[in-house]
């Protein structure tokens, strides 16, 4: 089985790689926790977007930072039913160059880490645990 070996070592490199994004990801979410500024935004629109099965609503959020100019920004999620409503108000948190947004829920901080460690994980068991079988 040595042909196979080198899918292995893929497996395992590429899950070493989305660990190490999924680790990135994860510091960059606590250091917004960190040294961010919460805020509340409210919904000022939900965007229609076409999809398979009919139509998805992604949220606009407006806001206040602290010298009260204001910001608006568009969610990268987009779901159906839509999850808010025009005027409801939403915890953000966001950091003092307003270049990093996100809605502060256990999805919201931590989706992209989660997303990236759940495909890691096969990948680094079946290429990790093959070539410790073979090496063992």
Do not use: C, H
């Not at 999809?51 to 998805?56: A, I, P, R």
């Not at 969610?75 to 307003?98: H, K, L, M, R």
């Not at 460690?117 to 680094?124: D, E, F, K, R």
């Amino acid at each position: 089985m040595k042909t196979m070996e080198p899918i292995y070592i893929g497996m395992l490199i590429i899950a070493l790689i989305l660990i190490y994004f999924a680790i990135k990801n994860y510091n960059t979410t606590k250091n917004l926790i960190t040294n961010g500024v919460k805020t509340q935004a409210t919904v000022i629109d939900l965007i229609k977007v076409k999809s398979d099965d009919g139509y998805n609503y992604k949220p606009v959020f407006e806001y206040n930072d602290k010298a009260k100019n204001i910001f608006t920004f568009k969610s990268e999620i987009s779901s159906s039913p839509a999850p808010y409503a025009i005027g409801d108000n939403v915890s953000i948190i966001y950091s003092t160059d307003n270049k990093n947004r996100k809605i502060v829920s256990f999805w919201g901080l931590y989706r992209w880490t989660l997303i990236l460690l759940s495909i890691a994980s096969p990948l680094l068991i079946i290429g990790g645990g093959y070539l410790l079988y073979t090496r063992g």
